[in-house]
């Protein structure tokens, strides 16, 4: 397993920017699919990006599809997450988690997560 922290949440207007950092711990990180995750208190764990462990690929939801950009730096053990033209619905808690497979959209297949970042879009 490895061990992640997210980093670069915070309060930002409708329409900003931010991006969002996940550094692992680990001599394995390359090679595990990493993906981003965002949970809003009551609600369902929804699945925001995950990008393979060469980065060849990348996959999004919906709802975040040309706005966000995942990417991984294996060399620094970080993955981040671009995000773009926020908007309020954005806002909640995003984690960032660690698959030993195939880059997937089930959480089930994430078997490290981390502590989770607060990101707050304001209208």
């Known amino acids: 397993q490895v061990q992640l922290v997210e980093s670069g949440g915070g309060l930002v207007q409708a329409g900003g920017s931010l991006r969002l950092s996940c550094a692992a711990s680990g001599r394995t990180f390359s090679s595990y699919a990493m993906g981003w995750f965002r949970q809003a208190p009551g609600k369902e764990r929804e699945f925001v990006a995950v990008?393979?462990?060469?980065?060849?690929?990348?996959y999004y939801a919906d709802s975040v599809k040309g706005r966000f950009t995942i990417s991984r730096d294996n060399a620094e053990n970080t993955v981040y997450l671009q995000m773009n033209s926020l908007k309020p619905e954005d806002t909640t808690v995003y984690y960032c988690?660690?698959?030993?497979?195939?880059?997937?959209?089930?959480?089930?297949?994430?078997?490290?997560w981390g502590q989770g970042t607060q990101v707050t879009v304001s209208s």
């Open positions: 990008v393979g462990w060469s980065a060849r690929s990348t």
């Open positions: 988690a660690a698959s030993p497979g195939r880059a997937t959209m089930d959480s089930r297949y994430f078997s490290s």
